[in-house]
Antibody, heavy 117, light 107 residues
């Protein structure tokens, strides 16, 4: 089955760090650009990061630039989001999403990150 | 950044109704407009890409139209499973901004 599965969410303290993972199965991750999108409780979708197939191009939303880093290991079919200097406003469900040319055609189930002391 | 504005923010309708949701871009995005459906507690799923192309497996009661700055998503005959929140997204330029969503509720 073609799917994405996020992991690594949980409770973090303000100023702390977390690493999210996104495991791809049923398809070859290296064939696709990938994105991270988050959704704060009761709010809409916010795109936060993009990484190209070979990691040569990376983009970040202003809200996370300088604090979050996206990476991938195509050999392991894994996508990562390294989150540092976490803030309360980073509390959200984080989704990884596959990009098929333009649209995000496959989404994971999401992993909840809560930033609180 | 390109701003995406959806209207209305919420809409009440009945099973069998025809509904139209609107999305407006702050600048021309040609046909680089996608629509997603998000049911409560679930991840978003792609409905329409390129403004009017139906994603694989999406029922034909969904249709999209528009180009430039103004776009619409139409559901021809609402089914119970269609009550959800709908988001538009532009894929014309980075960042890939989303609209704030339209919540479709049962009347």
């Amino acid at each position: 089955e073609v799917q994405l599965e996020e992991s690594g969410g949980g409770l973090a303290q303000p100023g702390g760090s977390l690493r999210l993972s996104c495991a791809a199965s049923g398809f070859t991750l290296s064939s696709y650009d990938m994105n991270w999108v988050r959704q704060a409780p009761g709010k809409g979708l916010e795109w936060i990061s993009f990484i190209s197939r070979t990691s040569g191009i990376k983009h970040y939303a202003d809200s996370v630039k300088g604090r979050f880093t996206v990476s991938r290991d195509n050999a392991k079919n894994l996508l990562y989001l390294h989150m540092n200097s976490l803030r309360a406003e980073d509390t959200a469900v984080y989704y990884c999403a596959r990009e098929q040319w333009d649209p995000f055609d496959l989404w994971g189930l999401g992993t909840l990150v809560t930033v609180s002391s | 950044d390109i701003q995406m504005t959806q209207s209305p923010a919420s809409l009440s309708a009945s099973v069998g109704d025809r509904v139209t949701l609107t999305c407006r871009a702050s600048q021309s995005i040609a046909s680089y407009l996608n629509w997603y459906q998000q049911r409560p507690g679930k991840a978003p799923t792609l409905l329409i890409f390129g403004a009017s192309s139906l994603h694989s497996g999406v029922p034909s009661r969904f249709s999209g139209s528009g180009s430039g700055t103004d776009f619409t998503l139409t559901i021809s005959s609402l089914q119970p499973e269609d009550f959800a929140t709908y988001y538009c997204q532009q894929s014309y330029s980075a960042p890939r901004t989303f609209g704030q969503g339209t919540k479709l509720e049962i009347k």
